[in-house]
C-alpha cells in the first residue's frame, strides 16, 4: 500500500513564521519525523502532497519522495486531487503528526480490512494531553477526533477508534507545539502513552 503526506499547510495558526511541515519538534521538522516513520513501516511508496502554500515543504522534501502537486484549496481539495494520480488502498497521512512512529502505522493497517477506514482517537486522550480539539465526532456513544491518518478506498467504509498519544498529538496552535516537545523529548512507553500521561 502506498501512502500520501498532507503538508501543503501554512501553518498560519502556529503563527504562520514557518510553513507548517517544516516546524519543529524536537530538532526535526514535523514532515521529516512523519516521513522517517512511514519509511520504517511495512507501506510501500510514499507520495508528498504539496500545494502553492507551502513552496519551502515542496523544496525539502521534492529528493527524498514524489510529490504530487494541487492547486492548495484546502485539505479536502488537496487530498482528492492526489487520490486521481495514486491507486488505493491509500494510507494517507497528514505532516503534522510530530509522535507517529511505524508501530502506530502498523496499528492502522492492522486495522485495515478492505474498503476505507477512518481513524479516531477519543476526544478524552486529546484532552488529557492537552491538545486543541478541532472536529468531534460520536461513535459508539463516545466523543471522538479524526487522527489525520486514514486509509482510502473504494467500497465501504468503516470506522475505528484508536486510544493512541501517537496519534492524539496534531500540531495545529501553539499549545500542541508544546505538548508534543514535551512529550518527544520524554520518550514513548508504549500502549499508545507516554509518561506522565
Known amino acids: 500500500m502506498d501512502a500520501l503526506v498532507i503538508c501543503g499547510g501554512e501553518g498560519t495558526r502556529l503563527g504562520g513564521e514557518v510553513e507548517k511541515p517544516l516546524v519543529e519538534v524536537d530538532g526535526r521538522a514535523m514532515v521529516d519525523r512523519v516521513l522517517d516513520a512511514l519509511a520504517a513501516s511495512s507501506v510501500g511508496r510514499v507520495h508528498a502532497v504539496v500545494s502553492p502554500n507551502a513552496p519551502a515543504t515542496h523544496e525539502h522534501v521534492r529528493d527524498r519522495v514524489r510529490t504530487i502537486e494541487t492547486p492548495g484549496a484546502g485539505y479536502v481539495a488537496d487530498l482528492g486531487v492526489a487520490l486521481d494520480r495514486v491507486p488505493t488502498p491509500v494510507l494517507t497521512v497528514a505532516a503534522d503528526l510530530p509522535l507517529l512512529d511505524p508501530d502506530a502505522i502498523e496499528r492502522v493497517l492492522g486495522e485495515h480490512g478492505t474498503g476505507s477506514l477512518a481513524v479516531y482517537v477519543p476526544v478524552e486522550r486529546k484532552r488529557a494531553l492537552g491538545v486543541s480539539v ?34 492524539a498529538v496534531n500540531v495545529n496552535r501553539p499549545g500542541d507545539l508544546a505538548v508534543a516537545e514535551r512529550l518527544s523529548s520524554g520518550g514513548y512507553r508504549g500502549n499508545g502513552s507516554y509518561p506522565g500521561v
Open 134 to 167: 478541532d472536529s468531534i465526532q460520536g461513535i459508539d456513544g463516545r466523543d471522538v477526533a479524526p487522527t489525520g491518518v486514514n486509509v482510502v478506498s473504494t467500497g465501504e467504509e468503516r470506522s475505528t477508534v484508536v486510544d493512541d498519544a501517537r496519534l
